[in-house]
């Protein structure tokens, strides 16, 4: 049986998002826009060996914390270029957790065509930010939180969610503290969450005025300034190391400041992960499966066009709270716009934007 | 005539003899004084004779003196104008280092520009280089499947 | 932009010209970008404008860059903006050197002729006006009379402006050069600020149209003829801004060796010997056909054109005594 048409998103409409306050089409009314959307990524592909079972018990985790201090929220998850022979983590997850509300959750599955069209670097197999871009621009939430699916929210940034205090036009950031391999595969809870001793090393500080480290972990911001930053580097699809960073260097370029929002957030180490895996690929940066880390990342950035996010892509329901991105050229931006690599600019009272680290080019 | 022969004899009347007693004797009385006096002028020379000798010498040490106050103040003056010229010179270096300074942080700037133009320019050569990697992916990928069993070598 | 011209003149008439020809890479956005900018400020500063685009000589099978325009800035509500697009005839018509691709000061000459406003600046389609300049432009402490000048402050090339704010604009570190201007003439990017009372203008009757085999220095030399005819030039004060060093800069190296090739002329002439236009200057003749409530169609006919040779008026700048 024929699935429902595929819908043209209009562009140029701040949320390009099947949800609106009407219904769907399927009887369906979705709930009142949340307070925050949490944007995620991935896919089943035994990243960092155990990947599912993470993602689901950092899932309940955060579900679970959000809706006892009554916080709005819903899950925004896209599923890039799924494996074709592998389940769908949208078809697991509302087993693996029961108590996840489907009516919080918009699972995005986007065509594999779209990883093969957009990268420029064959060694990438996976575009972390344009697939975040994807769900930034379908959310519905007043705030968006960009995170992943390894991280536990600490108690001070569910609080400032809980106290609706946090002011549009910032980019709100949290330290990320990494905990060691061994409790990877422990249910974790606050008494192990916040014990020092799980600590795999001191707890990062948030150094101003870039803020970065494990940028990718949380960036925080309403959904309007996202909007009109438009997400993360779609121009420069060479690497996904750095382009967290490279956000914050185009949000203080633009005006938008980037503040400590006062507690950290909770990452399990686990194989493959960037933060142990790093210096396997020193000398030979141009190998690593994240792209070469020492592009210019801190000192130029990017203007998206007004298609980022996929806007484009003709978007096909599959089922409640479930689409799936169908590949369209007509989605695909140039596969080089170099007119969208500009410099930051500097703004009275701001920082020194960008830096120029001289790296070996061989 | 009998003066004259009183005279032939060597004989003088003695009034005369008297009168010329008595301007002998004041004569004498008069060498004596101006005896006296040559010798009080003679003392009184060698007093100024000391004197002058002493005049001489202090006129010597003066000039002495003066030569040596003349050498110094050439010394000063040359001083003086070394000193100026040091000084000019450190004026001068003053204008120079400002100029320097100047010229560095212009270059330190232009050096900041084109770091900036740099770096762009490296990242979109990243991008080049990736997307003529995609192509030529793709080019390989539609030639070899352009290739027609027919067209394959035979052995 | 409201469909309908207010029906009181404005204070200010900004002429800008163009066309939707990429120059200088995304022309149409850094126009778009530039305008919205200047509209927002003048508008906050109750600054009552207009702006004349002209679209000269468009190119075939492009839209026109006037249609764009007004599909962009429908949000803007209060401001008028006029779009005169210009027949390709009249630069093939007009033109004395087959390089010159755009005759940019007819064009603009084009917009000061039907300007409404009590004071007009012809400007370019990628200045960003400074805070200073709409401040004194919303005091309206202006002579007629005066030609206003303003420096223009280069800011680094490729630097992101689409959140342009005088934060931005007026940080040190933005900024690569400052093309600073000098009595008696101002000239230095003359093009990008020159605000004069459009009777002025009119008396002046606009920038060279007799001297038609560059493009370069032709806004220099209306300074020059202001100057000679009379006109107090001034340095308004605050300066104008401007991203990246110009096309101009860019290129100008590669016709050091033969001046006479470039694209805006030979550099060389000289631009001291101003010139009296004709009274048809302008295309004042020209007719007009209605695109739509904002936009006109400039319609080619040989009545607007002048002689193509007009020697009598090509003279020699007044010799003036400074007025001490």
């Given at each position: 049986m024929a699935g429902p048409e595929p819908c043209r998103l209009s562009v140029g409409h701040p949320s390009v998002n099947p949800l609106s306050s009407q219904s769907d089409g399927t009887g369906v009314v979705p709930p009142a826009d949340p307070f925050v959307s949490l944007?995620?990524?991935?896919?089943?592909?035994?990243?960092?060996?155990?990947?599912?079972?993470?993602?689901?018990?950092?899932?309940?985790?955060?579900?679970?914390?959000?809706?006892?201090?009554?916080?709005?929220?819903?899950?925004?998850?896209?599923?890039?270029?799924?494996?074709?022979?592998?389940?769908?983590?949208?078809?697991?997850?509302?087993?693996?957790?029961?108590?996840?509300?489907?009516?919080?959750?918009?699972?995005?599955?986007?065509?594999?065509?779209?990883?093969?069209?957009?990268?420029?670097?064959?060694?990438?197999?996976?575009?972390?930010?344009?697939?975040?871009?994807?769900?930034?621009?379908?959310?519905?939430?007043?705030?968006?939180?960009?995170?992943?699916?390894?991280?536990?929210?600490?108690?001070?940034?569910?609080?400032?969610?809980?106290?609706?205090?946090?002011?549009?036009?910032?980019?709100?950031?949290?330290?990320?503290?990494?905990?060691?391999?061994?409790?990877?595969?422990?249910?974790?809870?606050?008494?192990?969450?916040?014990?020092?001793?799980?600590?795999?090393?001191?707890?990062?500080?948030?150094?101003?005025?870039?803020?970065?480290?494990?940028?990718?972990?949380?960036?925080?911001?309403?959904?309007?300034?996202?909007?009109?930053?438009?997400?993360?580097?779609?121009?420069?699809?060479?690497?996904?190391?750095?382009?967290?960073?490279?956000?914050?260097?185009?949000?203080?370029?633009?005006?938008?400041?980037?503040?400590?929002?006062?507690?950290?957030?909770?990452?399990?180490?686990?194989?493959?992960?960037?933060?142990?895996?790093?210096?396997?690929?020193?000398?030979?940066?141009?190998?690593?499966?994240?792209?070469?880390?020492?592009?210019h990342s801190a000192g130029v950035i990017y203007v998206n066009p007004p298609t980022w996010g996929l806007s484009h892509a003709p978007v096909r329901q599959e089922g409640p709270h479930r689409w799936r991105v169908d590949f369209s050229w007509d989605a695909v931006p140039p596969l080089v716009d170099l007119k969208r690599i500009v410099l930051p600019a500097a703004r009275l009272g701001g920082p020194e934007p960008g830096t120029y680290k001289y790296v070996s080019r061989s | 005539m009998i003066k004259r022969a009183l005279r032939a004899v060597g004989l003088v009347r003695l009034v005369k003899y008297t009168a010329a007693v008595e301007q002998q004797k004041k004569a004498e009385l008069r060498a004596r004084k101006l005896a006296q006096q040559v010798e009080e002028v003679r003392a009184d020379s060698r007093g100024w004779k000391a004197k002058a000798e002493e005049a001489h010498d202090q006129l010597k040490k003066a000039q002495a003196t003066v030569a040596e106050s003349a050498k110094r103040a050439e010394r000063a003056e040359k001083l003086r104008v070394e000193a100026e010229h040091r000084l000019a010179l450190d004026g001068k270096r003053k204008v120079d280092l400002v100029a320097l300074e100047t010229q560095l942080e212009e270059s330190a700037r232009e050096l900041a520009f084109a770091r900036e133009q740099l770096m762009a320019i490296e990242v979109k050569l990243d991008i080049l280089e990736g997307a003529a990697n995609v192509l030529d992916g793709r080019t390989r990928t539609v030639s070899a499947q352009r290739r027609t069993p027919e067209r394959e070598p035979t052995v | 932009m409201t469909s309908e011209a207010g029906n009181?003149?404005?204070?200010?008439?900004?002429?800008?010209?163009?066309?939707?020809?990429?120059?200088?890479?995304?022309?149409?956005?850094?126009?778009?970008?530039?305008?919205?900018?200047?509209?927002?400020?003048?508008?906050?500063?109750?600054?009552?404008?207009?702006?004349?685009?002209?679209?000269?000589?468009?190119?075939?099978?492009?839209?026109?860059?006037?249609?764009?325009?007004?599909?962009?800035?429908?949000?803007?509500?209060?401001?008028?903006?006029?779009?005169?697009?210009?027949?390709?005839?009249?630069?093939?018509?007009?033109?004395?050197?087959?390089?010159?691709?755009?005759?940019?000061?007819?064009?603009?000459?084009?917009?000061?002729?039907?300007?409404?406003?009590?004071?007009?600046?012809?400007?370019?389609?990628?200045?960003?006006?400074?805070?200073?300049?709409?401040?004194?432009?919303?005091?309206?402490?202006?002579?007629?009379?005066?030609?206003?000048?303003?420096?223009?402050?280069?800011?680094?090339?490729?630097?992101?402006?689409?959140?342009?704010?005088?934060?931005?604009?007026?940080?040190?570190?933005?900024?690569?050069?400052?093309?600073?201007?000098?009595?008696?003439?101002?000239?230095?990017?003359?093009?990008?600020?020159?605000?004069?009372?459009?009777?002025?203008?009119?008396?002046?009757?606009?920038?060279?149209?007799?001297?038609?085999?560059?493009?370069?220095?032709?806004?220099?030399?209306?300074?020059?003829?202001?100057?000679?005819?009379?006109?107090?030039?001034?340095?308004?004060?605050?300066?104008?801004?401007?991203v990246g060093r110009g096309t101009l800069h860019a290129q100008v190296g590669s016709y050091r060796e033969n001046p006479g090739d470039a694209p805006w002329g030979d550099i060389r002439w000289k631009s001291d010997v101003v010139y009296v236009n004709t009274p048809g200057w302008g295309l004042g003749s020209a007719p007009e056909r209605r695109l739509d409530s904002q936009s006109s169609f400039l319609e080619f006919d040989w009545n607007a054109i002048g002689p193509m040779v007009h020697l009598k008026g090509v003279v020699s700048p007044a010799t003036r005594k400074e007025i001490a």
């Open positions: 944007v995620l990524t991935g896919r089943n592909d035994d990243h960092g060996a155990d990947f599912k079972a993470r993602f689901f018990r950092t899932l309940r985790f955060n579900h679970r914390e959000l809706s006892a201090r009554g916080i709005l929220h819903e899950f925004v998850f896209v599923e890039w270029a799924p494996l074709s022979d592998r389940a769908r983590l949208v078809d697991m997850v509302f087993n693996a957790i029961p108590e996840l509300d489907p009516s919080v959750c918009q699972w995005y599955v986007v065509d594999p065509r779209y990883q093969q069209e957009l990268s420029l670097n064959p060694r990438l197999v996976y575009l972390e930010f344009l697939a975040k871009n994807v769900g930034v621009r379908r959310a519905r939430g007043r705030f968006v939180l960009t995170t992943n699916c390894d991280v536990y929210l600490g108690r001070k940034v569910l609080d400032a969610f809980a106290r609706g205090e946090l002011k549009s036009g910032v980019v709100y950031r949290a330290a990320r503290h990494d905990l060691k391999l061994e409790l990877g595969e422990v249910i974790l809870d606050w008494p192990q969450l916040e014990d020092p001793l799980n600590l795999d090393g001191p707890p990062r500080r948030l150094k101003p005025p870039f803020m970065t480290g494990a940028t990718g972990d949380f960036v925080l911001l309403d959904r309007m300034t996202f909007h009109e930053i438009r997400g993360f580097n779609e121009i420069y699809r060479v690497a996904r190391i750095g382009v967290d960073g490279n956000f914050i260097v185009k949000a203080l370029s633009c005006g938008v400041p980037v503040v400590d929002i006062g507690g950290p957030v909770y990452h399990v180490n686990h194989r493959d992960s960037y933060h142990l895996s790093r210096d396997v690929y020193v000398g030979r940066e141009a190998e690593a499966p994240w792209g070469n880390r020492r592009w | - | 009181s003149a404005p204070f200010l008439t900004i002429v800008v010209t163009g066309r939707n020809d990429d120059f200088g890479g995304d022309f149409n956005g850094r126009f778009i970008r530039a305008l919205r900018f200047n509209h927002a400020q003048l508008s906050a500063a109750g600054v009552s404008h207009e702006f004349v685009f002209v679209e000269w000589a468009p190119i075939e099978k492009r839209p026109h860059l006037a249609s764009v325009l007004r599909e962009e800035l429908r949000d803007l509500v209060g401001a008028e903006l006029r779009s005169f697009v210009v027949d390709r005839a009249y630069h093939e018509a007009l033109t004395l050197n087959p390089r010159l691709q755009f005759h940019e000061f007819i064009a603009k000459n084009v917009g000061i002729r039907r300007a409404r406003g009590q004071f007009v600046l012809t400007t370019n389609t990628d200045i960003y006006l400074s805070r200073g300049v709409v401040n004194r432009l919303a005091a309206g402490t202006f002579e007629t009379g005066v030609l206003y000048r303003a420096a223009r402050h280069d800011l680094k090339a490729h630097i992101d402006v689409t959140w342009a704010s005088w934060e931005l604009l007026e940080d040190p570190r933005n900024c690569e050069i400052v093309n600073t201007i000098h009595p008696p003439c101002f000239t230095n990017a003359s093009g990008d600020f020159l605000l004069l009372d459009t009777i002025s203008y009119h008396r002046l009757r606009g920038f060279n149209e007799v001297y038609r085999t560059a493009k370069i220095h032709i806004d220099g030399n209306f300074c020059v003829k202001a100057h000679a005819t009379g006109l107090i030039l001034e340095d308004i004060g605050p300066p104008v801004y401007h």
